[in-house]
């Protein structure tokens, strides 16, 4: 059975290097400026003991594009990811739904994603919808360096 809980970002370093950033020298360095921020939510899907799967929640507005959430109480899911072998057994939807149920308790309107191209459609099956079903706004796909085409997608709460 699979288990979600807040962890420390520490805990989160081996699979973020693993899944998200294998450019990285080592696991040392998966980390994210904004780690240790206030308000920073760290999760870890664990099976038998073992982290297969991490998320992280921050309290950021979309920068790329300012008026997107606006009016809106926001967090920001990143590094979100599961390890190869527990993909589809759903610890990403469960890891969806535990990071949902803490950003609702904050009283949280939105929360929003830099998305990778190869889990659109993992988002949309979660309710996520892209950022130009927000307001009709034109948001062309990214690349983020290393890593590959993304698009900014949200779910409503």
């Known amino acids: 059975m699979v288990e979600v809980r807040r962890v ?50 921050f309290n950021q507005k979309c920068e790329r594009f300012p008026g ?20 589809g057994g759903g610890v990403g939807a469960l890891m969806i739904h535990k990071a949902i149920e803490e950003l609702k308790g904050e009283g949280v309107n939105v929360v929003w994603c830099d998305a990778r191209e190869v889990s659109w459609g993992f988002y949309e099956l ?3 919808k892209f950022g130009c079903q927000m307001n009709g706004a034109q948001l062309e796909a990214y690349q983020v360096p290393n890593v590959g085409l993304h698009k900014i997608m949200f779910k409503l709460l």
């Open 68 to 87: 997107l959430f606006s009016s809106f109480k926001v967090r920001r899911l990143r590094a979100m990811g599961v390890l190869d072998d527990m993909r």
């Open 8 to 57: 420390n970002s520490e805990v989160l370093r081996g699979v973020r290097h693993k899944v998200l950033w294998p450019h990285l020298e080592n696991s040392k360095l998966a980390i994210i400026d904004i780690d240790n921020s206030k308000h920073a939510i760290h999760l870890a899907a664990f099976f038998n003991g073992n982290v297969v799967g991490v998320a992280s929640l």
């Open 126 to 128: 979660q309710g996520f």
